[in-house]
């Protein structure tokens, strides 16, 4: 909850035209906003008054959002609607800097991490399962359509399971 009041804030003070999807690591928020990107805010001093960090142009729409850590490194992943998918590493100063991107996985409307897997919610193209390394510029090729879900819009990771909000 404090992280949606923190965000709802921030846009008082620096409007954008929507807010799709809120992520959080360590002292640091990254909200993806649809065309204008990613913004990453610093919550640390005063979360009532968050600290700009920066904005970050995605090849897409930035949709949706979520992190992971991998040994020392933490990767933010974007469902970057007809870009695919783009993975950014997250800096110690909580900027990201680009990685790469995968374009065969457009119209991505929703992403959730599960270790190694990605899922992607992708809209009329239903739900694809990934196998990942954001550091070796692509995906292993290991890709799997998860047949009954034609119009996959959110995807969410509990455990083993994931759960898919389907729209048809």
């Not at 949606?4 to 999807?21: C, G, H, K, S, T």
């Amino acid at each position: 909850m404090a992280l949606v009041i923190i965000a709802a804030f921030f846009l008082m003070v620096r409007p954008v035209q929507e807010i799709r999807d809120i992520a959080h690591h360590g002292r640091y928020i990254y909200l993806a906003l649809g065309q204008q990107g990613i913004r990453v805010l610093d919550i640390s001093a005063d979360p009532a008054h968050p600290r700009e960090v920066g904005i970050y142009n995605t090849f897409g729409v930035a949709n949706a959002i979520d992190l992971r850590a991998a040994g020392e490194k933490t990767y933010l992943y974007v469902a970057d609607g007809k870009a695919g998918v783009s993975f950014f590493e997250v800096r110690a100063d909580g900027g990201v800097d680009y990685l790469w991107s995968d374009k065969r996985y457009s119209k991505s409307v929703d992403i959730a991490v599960a270790g190694e897997f990605l899922l992607v919610a992708r809209d009329k193209n239903g739900l694809t399962v990934l196998r990942v390394n954001p550091e070796t510029s692509n995906s292993s090729g290991e890709h799997w359509q998860v047949n009954g879900i034609p119009t996959a819009q959110k995807v969410i990771v509990e455990s083993n399971r994931a759960y898919v909000v389907d729209s048809s």
